[in-house]
């Protein structure tokens, strides 16, 4: 009779032994899971990388207005980009480039204006940086949109991320043709 409860303790260290080694693999697969989802970028983005630690970085990009009128030079488009600072982040840069589309054309192309596609920085030390840049005198008819980039930098200036994202398009319809005069 001294055998069996020393079978019953035996069994129960088993039984404790295989519980804790299949909490051990749930967990090292649920973390290889969570793994391959951080390093992943939602289907907004274009060539966003992960931040520090494996988190994405936070980025954002709007079409903020978009101004469809008869006349070109109240035409208008407003694009914004957002950004929120890293691990190892000192400053941070935002690139706005205006691209255009026109009808019969397959791709966009950058437009070329005083302004465009220059890289704007903030000051140091920021944690959320967004930078606005309106567009006018649209061509019509035209689909716009803007390729917005986004440099994290640190102390020394070197870019330690980059990102980029497409805003949506803001599309400016042909001019109504005038009717005829009335006689």
């Known amino acids: 009779m001294k055998m069996l409860p020393?079978?019953?303790t035996a069994r129960g260290q088993?039984?404790?032994?295989?519980?804790?080694?299949?909490?051990?693999?749930?967990?090292?697969?649920?973390?290889?899971?969570?793994?391959?989802a951080?390093?992943?970028?939602?289907?907004?983005?274009?060539?966003?990388?992960?931040?520090a630690g494996g988190s994405a970085p936070t980025v954002s990009v709007m079409l903020e207005q978009c101004l469809s009128t008869g006349e070109?030079?109240?035409r208008?488009?407003?694009?914004?980009?957002?950004?929120?600072?890293?691990?190892?982040?000192a400053r941070m840069a935002i690139r706005i480039e205006v691209q255009e589309r026109m009808p019969g054309?397959?791709?966009?192309?950058?437009?070329?204006?005083?302004?465009l596609g220059v890289w704007r920085g903030s000051e140091s030390g920021v944690k959320i940086y967004k930078y606005v840049k309106q567009v006018t005198n649209l061509s019509s008819p035209a689909v716009y949109r803007a390729l917005v980039?986004?440099?994290?930098?640190?102390?020394?200036?070197?870019?330690?991320?980059?990102?980029?994202?497409?805003t949506p398009k803001c599309a400016q319809p042909?001019?109504?043709?005038?009717?005829?005069?009335?006689?």
């Open 6 to 8: 020393t079978l019953l």
């Open 76 to 89: 208008s488009a407003t694009f914004s980009g957002e950004m929120t600072a890293i691990a190892g982040t």
């Open 105 to 115: 054309e397959e791709l966009f192309h950058a437009v070329s204006a005083p302004g």
């Open 149 to 166: 980039r986004f440099h994290w930098l640190n102390d020394n200036g070197h870019v330690i991320r980059r990102a980029e994202r497409r």
């Open 14 to 36: 088993a039984t404790r032994l295989l519980l804790a080694v299949l909490v051990c693999i749930l967990m090292l697969a649920c973390g290889a899971q969570a793994m391959g």
């Open 174 to 183: 042909a001019p109504p043709i005038p009717s005829p005069p009335l006689e």
């Open 72 to 74: 070109q030079a109240n």
């Open 38 to 51: 951080t390093g992943q970028t939602n289907g907004s983005s274009q060539t966003g990388q992960t931040g």
